[in-house]
């Protein structure tokens, strides 16, 4: 007997469907790789956190690695979206650097929840099979800074900062400044601790500032 095989149709889950909130389940993994780090957090910490069994992290998401990155992707169009709110939302890169600065100084220290960026701690260093995590993380931290480098450029074209600027080390710097705040936010820095590092960076911007004159 010949068995027809429906070309068009994917094939069916079987099973029960899955009976949870994605969306939740998600933002407990988020906070637990976030606190843990992508090595740290074992599929019994992220289940026990998610409130679901191992079978259903693995219907759902297809592995840990496939979780880590949807998890990412959520701190990243939630948690972490105020980077580059700010500097779309502003009206000068300034005022852009400026507020998203000063954010980055409340959102690492918000309470109920891990301290610093997800992206800047989660996967700093690793073992040799989950490098390509770091190196997923690494891409995302340098995607920022090119998109500050943008914003530069942007300001040195409308004559707000000054012309010849190095707008990639600028980009850098500002990297190098949020990451740092992150870590010394894990480590304990308090709130007005890093308002001070961001109003140090916010200085150091000033100085990038075109006169009013243009010269």
Request: glycine letters at 8%; charged letters at 25%; aromatic letters at 6%.
């Amino acid at each position: 007997m010949t068995t027809v095989i429906n070309q068009g149709e994917p094939p069916r889950r079987r099973g029960r469907p899955l009976s949870f909130d994605r969306r939740r389940v998600l933002h407990q993994a988020m906070l637990t790789f976030w606190k843990l780090g992508y090595e740290g957090a074992s599929v019994t910490d992220l289940t026990a956190a998610m409130g679901i069994t191992p079978q259903s992290l693995y219907a759902a998401f297809g592995s840990k690695s496939a979780l880590y990155r949807e998890a990412l992707e959520h701190y990243r169009e939630h948690v972490g979206a105020f980077t580059i709110r700010a500097l779309e939302e502003e009206p000068s890169a300034m005022a852009g650097f400026a507020r998203m600065l000063t954010e980055s100084a409340n959102e690492f220290c918000k309470p109920k929840r891990p301290r610093g960026c997800m992206i800047s701690m989660s996967a700093l260093t690793c073992a040799e099979e989950n490098r390509d995590e770091a190196r997923h993380l690494a891409q995302l931290r340098n995607a920022t800074i090119m998109a500050f480098q943008a914003r530069i450029n942007k300001a040195i074209e409308d004559g707000e900062f000054k012309a010849g600027l190095d707008s990639g080390g600028l980009a850098r710097y500002l990297g190098a400044i949020v990451q740092g705040m992150s870590i010394q936010a894990r480590d304990g820095a308090t709130k007005q601790e890093l308002l001070a590092i961001a109003a140090l960076a916010i200085q150091a911007l000033q100085q990038a500032a075109a006169s009013p004159g243009g010269e």
